[in-house]
């Protein structure tokens, strides 16, 4: 008999293998190298994944647990999935991104805490779990984006998220207080409660509350006006983690924003659904704008990742069951496709020290799985069919119409079309335009094959077969009620 407990077994594991890998490392650091140490970090986010796979098609219901500080459904299995995904194509390509690094045992630690600080934010079911979460995530990430000590980049991206982070910490912690002041609890599930039967909703500390909490957890989802240290975090960081933050880390703020105004804040959605729609068209719009001036890969592929946020912020303004199914949809489906990209940067770093666009020239005839993927990335990120960029756009724009905000799916229509240009300037470059001079055939290390191989299966089959992935979406959003 399965008992709703047992569903947090795959975090118990995680955790275990996050506490053993340091002792690992120093057994075996002086002997193998960082290689049984990858290993093992790997095999227990796979063992984590198949876990919450399989969990997927038992866990029916919404259960709260111990004490109502977590929460089962699956919603959080949906998200715990999406994390771990990603984490698993990180890990693996660090594999051989990472192997001369000395650090190897922190390194993996760190990133095995940061996935595990992901997923309890999807499985909180309380304000102040959700906090500790989110800041479990962070910290871990902050060390992660300054690795690499001597270069003076990743250490001033570190600085400048961990600024950003702490802000956002502090608001969002401010906007629980505040919360709890108007309800008396932290219980996301007792706040939801007393504003669907009290007249807390009209109270000026739960607007402010709301204000904060949109202004917290956008700068974790990193939207416009709170983007500012997307760009340098991604671009000064190893790309490895900058693909561990753009397809992982950055979807928890996704994950928590369901949670606090589907959940708890739903009865207010007159205060913020407005606001979302004028975020949505505001990320979207900057982001491709920005993204078409930019000369370095990682940089271009950040500002892509917010535009993308945009999109997505797309199923939180509608409110519907289509827009929040096509919210999730897209989740999964960038989630995928950006940590794709931005490894596949980090394998033409790797391998051929090549970092702007321009770099990237004859890059097919050097690195021709590399550059196959990041093609296949590209157009599906544009939102081109068969791919699954597509489908989960397609949905969050029907949304828009079914909201009577067609204006708002035309906005999103015309971005798409318009992030073609530099979509496809990286595909000519890569196709088209010759190699420079001494531009010869390199090697690709097996493990980010083995990432690319697996992503490019993906993305062509959540797009030929969306029922895949909306079906799952639509099942997770089922989950949001208790």
């Not at 007393?194 to 807390?200: E, T």
């Not at 109270?203 to 700068?219: E, H, K, R, W, Y």
């Not at 990682?298 to 946020?309: E, F, G, N, V």
């Not at 190699?435 to 090697?443: D, E, Q």
Request: overall charge positive; some cysteine; proline content about 3%.
């Amino acid at each position: 008999m399965f008992s709703v407990e047992y569903a947090i077994f795959p975090i118990v594991v995680i955790s275990v293998f996050a506490l053993a890998t340091p002792l690992i490392s120093y057994v075996t650091q002086r002997r193998f190298g960082g290689r049984i140490v990858a290993g093992g970090a790997v095999l227990g986010l796979i063992l984590g994944l198949i876990t919450f796979s399989m969990l997927a098609s038992v866990v029916t219901s919404t259960t709260l647990i111990y004490g109502g500080l977590l929460v089962v459904d699956r919603f959080s299995i949906f998200f715990s999935i999406v994390f771990l995904l990603v984490a698993v194509f990180a890990a693996l390509a660090s594999y051989d991104y990472m192997h001369e690094d000395p650090n190897q045992g922190e390194y993996y630690t760190l990133l095995l805490l940061a996935t595990l600080g992901m997923i309890l934010t999807a499985f909180s079911a309380n304000f102040l779990t959700l906090y500790v979460a989110l800041e479990l995530m962070s910290i871990s990430t902050y060390i992660l984006i300054s690795f690499r000590k001597k270069d003076p980049r990743s250490n001033e991206a570190a600085i400048k998220y961990f600024i950003v982070s702490a802000l956002a910490s502090v608001i969002i912690l401010y906007a629980i207080s505040l919360m709890f002041g108007v309800v008396g609890s932290t219980n996301i599930y007792i706040v939801a409660d007393a504003f669907r039967n009290g007249s807390y909703a009209s109270q000026p500390m739960a607007f402010l509350s709301i204000v904060l909490f949109i202004a917290g957890v956008g700068l974790e989802m990193a939207i416009i006006p709170f983007h500012m240290w997307i760009p340098d975090a991604y671009d000064g960081a190893p790309t490895t983690v900058s693909a561990l933050l753009a397809g992982g880390s950055k979807k928890a703020g996704f994950a928590a924003a369901l949670r606090i105004f589907i959940v708890a804040a739903i009865s207010l959605r007159a205060n913020w659904s407005a606001v979302f729609t004028v975020l949505a068209l505001g990320t979207m719009t900057l982001g491709n704008i920005v993204a078409l001036a930019q000369t370095r890969v990682t940089r271009m592929l950040a500002y892509s990742s917010i535009a993308q946020a945009g999109y997505i912020l797309i199923g939180l303004a509608t409110v519907n069951s289509t827009g929040l199914t096509g919210y999730l949809m897209h989740i999964l489906n960038h989630a995928i496709m950006t940590s794709t990209a931005f490894l596949a940067a980090a394998a033409a770093a790797y391998s051929a020290s090549l970092y702007t666009i321009d770099d990237y020239a004859g890059l097919s005839k050097r690195l021709p799985v590399t550059s196959f993927a990041l093609t296949i990335t590209m157009f599906s990120l544009a939102g081109i069919p068969p791919f699954c960029g597509f489908t989960s756009k397609l949905v969050l724009f029907t949304s828009a119409v079914e909201a009577n905000l067609g204006w708002l799916a035309l906005a999103g229509v015309l971005n798409s079309a318009f992030s073609l240009g530099y979509y496809i300037r990286v595909v000519k470059r890569m196709y088209i335009d010759s190699p420079k001079a001494g531009g010869l055939p390199v090697s690709e290390p097996l493990s980010f094959k083995i990432v690319f191989v697996a992503a490019i299966f993906l993305i062509l089959l959540l797009g030929m077969y969306p029922a895949l992935s909306l079906n799952f979406a639509d099942a997770a959003v089922s989950g949001l009620q208790i």
